[in-house]
């Protein structure tokens, strides 16, 4: 049998290591000899002898946390040895490989799968206020290990080293020790304001020293509005109660 569809870019690839690759830029291939965690409902296809393990956001408090927030991310456990595909609606995929007192904040929408020697809790966005249709919570990931994150479309990586405002919708990870914040643009009118017509009439600042992943895409990730403005990240009545 003869076709395109079987041309050598469409073929499994191999990998020189075991772990997290991409097959292409949509899908991710895991040569998996032990455990890692995915996004519920992401696995495509695999080979070998391999377990999957519904684990809600990641136990109890987690858990607690993704149902008082709306954010966090429903997760299986894999586990065996095999061959892994994972995607997420023909989503690209990106690769992070992560050191020991990195520490990044992503959009919980945008996690497709990371290795267990990862850790994550979701904290609170400092400054995000209540009029924003993005999350008000985060998924922050510290530690050492590969992370698998999906934009919609290519992005752009900014370099925060000056002032820099992203729309919410658009702002997919960014370096944990950023300072956030959440800017009102009075310019477009109390019409827009009210009808919240367009993503543009609120915009997230970022400033310090690190990076801002921004996607070409204003859809909603999905998030819940805050209940206030000007939260820090571990303050707030809800940050109380999530134990910051």
Request: net charge negative; with cysteine; glycine share 16%.
């Amino acid at each position: 049998m003869q076709s395109a569809l079987f041309a050598a870019e469409n073929l499994e690839k191999e990998s020189a290591t075991p772990g997290f690759a991409l097959q292409n830029s949509k899908m991710l291939k895991v040569e998996l000899n032990g455990e890692f965690m995915a996004r519920t409902g992401s696995m495509v296809a695999y080979q070998g002898n391999v377990q999957f393990q519904a684990l809600g956001s990641g136990g109890a408090a987690k858990w607690l946390k993704q149902k008082l927030t709306g954010e966090g991310v429903p997760l299986m456990k894999v586990s065996g040895q095999g061959d892994v595909f994972l995607a997420d609606r023909a989503a690209e995929v990106h690769l992070i490989d992560m050191q020991q007192g990195d520490a990044i904040s992503i959009n919980g929408a945008n996690v497709l799968a990371f290795e267990s020697t990862l850790s994550y809790d979701i904290k609170m966005v400092q400054g995000v206020g209540m009029l924003s249709s993005a999350g008000l919570f985060n998924c922050v990931f510290t530690g050492a290990g590969r992370l698998a994150i999906t934009t919609k479309g290519y992005p752009v990586v900014l370099t925060v080293d000056q002032p820099t405002y992203v729309d919410p919708q658009a702002a997919i990870c960014w370096s944990a020790s950023l300072q956030t914040g959440y800017h009102r643009a009075d310019q477009l009118g109390i019409g827009t304001l009210l009808g919240r017509s367009t993503g543009e009439a609120f915009t997230m600042s970022f400033s310090g020293q690190g990076f801002v992943v921004v996607q070409p895409s204003e859809e909603p990730p999905g998030g819940i509005a805050g209940a206030g403005s000007g939260q820090q990240q571990s303050g707030g009545v809800l940050g109380g109660l999530l134990g910051g």
